[in-house]
């Protein structure tokens, strides 16, 4: 393959791998984890529009799964924006706030709609969820399907479509957007298996009942922000931790190898949605040409203080002086975190120590749902009543990989 472009040769060698037999009843794949390797799929969601690769199923399996079980255990419609197995966002449907309206150019939306979960969902983390899975608990209506035609997603799944709808999402992408079809009447096997390098797996599918677990006296917002994060660790890689406000997962850390910094990740990022509601970072001009993307970008960027040192040079070449100055003051960040109150934090596994309670209370933290049964269980119980956190422990641990 000597002379060929990158993209020639990675389609070249997708190519060769296609050529193997394909088990009865499979279907090819467009291609496997990389272009390079070759794969099929028995069974799972019908394929509506455009071809899937192996991270797509995976994707849009896992999501489903989630907003399933988050409309069941709430009775609210429910949605979540995937990247890489783990869901960036994930939300119940609720009121869309002014910072989402503005930044995703909505008015009008009901509260109970499963356009309004998408776009709390989208919302929390729109860097990672940038070309995102989307998954809905609901069937697609002609608003929703509107609304992600503008967007820059590449799959979507859903339990069904109103009239018109894939007519409509098939246009996206040049025809290539993927769009599948779950059937919300199908029960997963109890059982559950996995080929790992010659090695065969089997479990049972994790099927309990987070309903179950929480304490009957919880009020019935916290009720819902808990069960919402339980749901959404269930499908994250884990170790994962999940914060969540009014019925929407606004930091998610996932796949780290220690606690408290899936606390820290999550933290971070449900920092940068509170500070992206600041007058300062909300008012940030769209400039004539700048498309709604890059402004979003540099909003994120502002509201994190995380711009590189050429960033900043060309931040303050496109926002002047002022925002250039506001960039680097931390007093206005600080003063507008120690107005966020009100997260639930959910672990999926127990907390090791007291550091997870300390750095919760920095993001807002008022309730903090875990397993529990950690040797410093009492150490951790002991900081969260000094900082005044409901603290629930619910014996339920939920590691996903």
């Known amino acids: 393959m000597a002379g060929l472009t990158g993209r020639e040769r990675m389609t070249g060698i997708a190519r060769l791998g296609a050529h193997r037999h394909i088990d009865q009843g ?15 799929v028995t069974g799972g969601p019908v394929v509506v529009g455009g071809a899937a690769s192996m991270i797509n199923y995976l994707d849009a399996l896992n999501a489903f799964a989630l907003v399933r079980e988050a409309d069941a255990a709430t009775g609210w419609p429910a949605a979540a924006s ?15 706030d002014d910072t989402a309206a503005q930044t995703w150019g909505l008015s009008g939306v009901a509260d109970d709609s499963v356009l309004s979960a998408y776009v709390r969902a989208r919302d929390a983390d729109p860097k990672s969820s940038f070309g995102d ?37 098939r246009r996206k992408r040049g025809g290539r957007f993927l769009i599948f079809q779950a059937d919300p009447s199908l029960e997963p096997p109890r059982r559950e298996r996995r080929d790992v390098l010659g090695a065969t797996l089997v479990q049972d599918r994790d099927a309990a009942d987070v309903t179950a677990v929480l304490p009957a006296d919880l009020d019935a917002h916290t009720r819902t922000d808990a069960l919402v994060g339980m749901v959404a660790a269930r499908y994250t890689q884990s170790n994962s931790v999940v914060l969540v406000k009014d019925g929407a997962a606004v ?39 700048m498309r709604r993307q890059d402004r979003l970008n540099w909003q994120v960027r502002f509201a994190g203080h995380e711009m590189t040192r050429t960033q900043v040079d060309e931040f303050a070449r496109l926002f002047g002086d002022d925002a250039r100055a506001a960039y680097d003051d931390a007093s206005w960040r600080d003063a507008w975190m120690r107005e966020l109150t009100g997260v639930t934090l959910v672990s999926d596994g127990f907390l090791p120590f007291r550091d997870n309670v300390d750095h919760a209370a920095e993001f807002g933290v008022t309730t903090i749902v ?14 969260a009543r000094e900082l005044g956190i409901a603290h629930v422990q619910t014996g339920l641990r939920l590691f996903h990989h």
């Not at 875990?370 to 900081?383: K, L, N």
């Open 82 to 96: 995937f990247k890489h197995v783990s869901p960036a966002g994930a939300a119940v449907s609720g009121t869309i």
């Open 251 to 289: 930091g998610i850390g996932a796949g780290q190898q220690n606690r408290v910094d899936c606390v820290r990740l999550a933290g971070a990022k449900a920092r940068v949605w509170w500070l992206r509601r600041h007058p300062l970072v909300r008012e940030l001009p769209l400039l004539d040409g």
């Open 133 to 169: 899975v989307v998954a809905l608990s609901r069937p697609v209506d002609a608003a929703t399907a509107e609304f992600l035609r503008t967007m820059i997603c590449d799959a979507l799944i859903a339990p069904g479509f109103e009239p018109g709808v894939v007519d409509v999402l």
């Open 370 to 383: 875990e397993p529990g049964g950690s040797t410093r269980a009492d150490e951790v119980q002991a900081a």
């Open 26 to 40: 499979a279907q090819p794949m467009r291609y496997g984890m990389n272009p390079h390797q070759s794969a099929e």
